[in-house]
């Protein structure tokens, strides 16, 4: 059975001699990797001793930072502390044709900025 830590233990870890953070219910110790995060150390030392699985899942991390992290693992947060994992579809793959280029979705990722360019073409032709 893995080693398990309260959010409290992890909370003590919390600068740059000693950096515990709790991703998806496991704790790591990035002291070690501080200096070669290619986000920068300020990047893990703002999230030390603290719960970080929104952050961690908001940047978009690849498939290979995820498997690095087992390096860094040291145990699991109790039982009783856990909090659901909430996990993001990261799926880089090739689109299927359900998803293809010409689907309703797509279209109306461009709408926006299109009419944006547009009025600013037509108001920068009007003044200029």
Same mark, same amino acid.
């Given at each position: 059975?893995?080693?398990? %830590?309260?959010? #409290?233990?992890?909370?003590? !870890?919390?600068?740059?001699?000693?950096?515990?953070?709790? &991703? !998806?219910?496991?704790?790591? @110790?990035?002291?070690?990797?501080?200096?070669?995060?290619?986000?920068?150390? *300020?990047?893990?030392?703002?999230? #030390?001793?603290?719960?970080?699985?929104?952050?961690?899942?908001?940047? =978009?991390?690849?498939?290979?930072?995820? *498997?690095?992290?087992?390096? %860094?693992?040291? =145990?699991?947060?109790?039982?009783?502390?856990? &909090?659901?994992?909430?996990?993001?579809?990261? @799926?880089?793959?090739? +689109?299927? +044709?359900?998803?293809? +280029?010409?689907?309703?979705?797509?279209?109306?990722?461009?709408? &926006?900025?299109? #009419?944006?360019?547009?009025? #600013?073409?037509?108001? %920068?032709?009007? %003044?200029?």
């Amino acid at each position: 059975m893995p080693t398990q %830590y309260s959010l #409290a233990e992890v909370k003590k !870890h919390n600068d740059n001699k000693s950096t515990w953070i709790a &991703i !998806h219910n496991e704790v790591y @110790d990035v002291t070690a990797f501080l200096n070669e995060h290619p986000g920068g150390e *300020e990047v893990l030392l703002e999230q #030390a001793g603290r719960e970080a699985s929104e952050a961690f899942e908001d940047v =978009g991390h690849s498939s290979d930072a995820r *498997e690095l992290m087992n390096k %860094y693992k040291i =145990g699991e947060i109790v039982e009783s502390e856990r &909090i659901a994992v909430k996990t993001k579809n990261t @799926d880089w793959g090739v +689109s299927s +044709s359900a998803n293809s +280029s010409s689907s309703p979705n797509s279209f109306k990722s461009w709408l &926006i900025p299109i #009419a944006l360019g547009v009025l #600013a073409t037509i108001l %920068y032709r009007a %003044y200029f």
